[in-house]
């Protein structure tokens, strides 16, 4: 289930440094819209009260720790273990993600509840980039991001890099490409965006590597199993 010591300082460090890569374009834009400077940041960052007032924000907690932390247990811990020795592993990293985007229908529910939306609106804007995004779109990005979290829990065989990198996700949201598109200092953010996407592929399988992170358990349960996925496990 990915509970274990060895290999577990670079298991939560480079996925999530991973991850940042993948998002250097949205990080810069952030940098940019802040009205404060890096050493002001940092102090708010680091400041104990923050950190007193973040803990005592219910939603704070519930986006930032117990959704990252129960959503990977489920779903990559739990799933991933039952579905793999009937599947394989390749068939498992593309099914959990589906029952990962169908637990967040609880947004269209939300929206049907609240009149925000009819079924049909839901449904007809899943292709079209809004913000607040539609729930049809939000599970087509949230089983991307399923199967990559999958693909991490596989590949380090430890749970704390997929929520590490769950927690940072929910607290970035969906990158805000329409809105860098109209920003003053669009061209260097573009740039940012595109340097992001190509490291982050660039780097996938290197800091993913299993040679960095010890045995990996899911891959040991299928060896005895007698089905072994190579491409994954190696």
């Known amino acids: 289930m990915g509970f274990r010591l060895e290999g577990i300082f670079p ?25 404060c400077d890096l050493a002001d940041g940092l102090k708010v960052v680091l400041a104990p009260r923050s950190w007193a007032r973040c803990l005592s924000d219910m939603r704070w907690l519930r986006n930032q720790v117990i959704a990252p932390l129960t959503e990977e247990l489920v779903f990559r811990a739990c799933m991933l273990p039952m579905l793999a020795p009937c599947t394989g592993l390749g068939p498992a990293v593309l099914t ?20 925000q939306s009819s079924v049909g609106s839901i ?20 089983v991307v991001f399923g199967a990559y979290t999958a693909f991490l829990f596989i590949r380090t065989g430890h749970l704390i890099g997929p929520v ?10 969906f990158p ?49 199993a007698g089905d072994s996925e190579a491409p994954l496990c190696s």
């Open 123 to 142: 449904f007809l804007s899943a292709g079209v980039v809004t913000w607040p995004p539609s729930p049809a779109f939000q599970f087509s990005y949230t």
């Open 176 to 224: 805000a490409v329409w809105a860098a598109l109209e920003h003053p200092q669009r061209r260097p953010l573009l740039a940012g965006y595109a340097l992001g996407v190509g490291l982050f592929l660039l780097l996938l399988q290197p800091l993913t590597d299993p040679k960095l992170y010890g045995s990996l358990p899911l891959c040991v349960l299928l060896e005895r």
């Open 96 to 115: 959990c993600p589906l029952f990962f985007g169908v637990a967040h229908f609880h947004h269209i529910i939300e929206q049907l509840r609240f009149r």
């Open 164 to 173: 590490l990198c769950h927690s940072f996700c929910n607290y970035m949201g």
């Open 11 to 35: 298991a939560a460090l480079l996925p999530l440094l991973l991850t940042m890569i993948l998002f250097l374009g949205p990080l810069m834009q952030l940098s940019m819209d802040c009205p």
